[in-house]
C-alpha cells in the first residue's frame, strides 16, 4: 500500500509560481509511474502532468505545456511540479497519483491517490 501526501499549495496572484510536492511512503517510489492531476470547483478531475518511473519520459496536458514541469528523485521518495506563469483557470485542487503500470495519462491507470492541496490563483 502505497501513501501520497501533497504540499506546496497555496493563493497567488496570476503570472506567478509555486513549486507542488508529493511524498510517497510504503511502496518502493521507482517503480511507480507518478502522475499529477487537477479538479476544478464543479467540474471533472483533470489530467496534468506525468512521469515514468526513471523520470525519462514526461507527458503534460495541452493546457499546462510550457508552463509547469513535473520532476522526481527517487532517492527522496518524491514527486514535484513547478507551475510557472499561473492562470486563473489554474485554480483546482491538484492530486498525486501513482502507478504500478507504464506511464500514462489515463486516471483509471492509477491506483493510489493522494488527498489533494488547493491552488488558487487570482487575476
Known amino acids: 500500500q502505497v501513501q501520497l501526501v501533497e504540499s506546496g499549495g497555496g493563493l497567488v496572484q496570476a503570472g506567478a509560481s509555486l513549486r507542488l510536492s508529493c511524498v510517497a511512503s510504503?511502496?518502493?517510489?521507482?517503480?511507480?509511474?507518478m502522475g499529477w492531476f487537477r479538479q476544478a470547483p464543479g467540474k471533472e478531475r483533470d489530467f496534468v502532468a506525468t512521469i515514468s518511473q526513471s523520470g525519462v519520459i514526461t507527458y503534460y496536458g495541452d493546457s499546462v505545456k510550457g508552463r509547469f514541469t513535473i520532476s522526481r528523485d527517487n532517492a527522496k521518495n518524491t514527486v514535484s511540479l513547478q507551475m510557472n506563469s499561473l492562470k486563473p483557470e489554474d485554480t483546482a485542487d491538484y492530486y498525486c497519483?501513482?502507478?504500478?503500470?507504464?506511464?500514462?495519462?489515463?486516471?483509471?491507470?492509477?491506483?493510489?491517490w493522494g488527498q489533494g492541496t488547493q491552488v488558487a490563483v487570482s487575476s
Open positions: 497519483a501513482a502507478s504500478r503500470g507504464i506511464v500514462t495519462r489515463v486516471e483509471e491507470r492509477y491506483e493510489y
Open positions: 510504503g511502496g518502493t517510489f521507482s517503480s511507480y509511474a
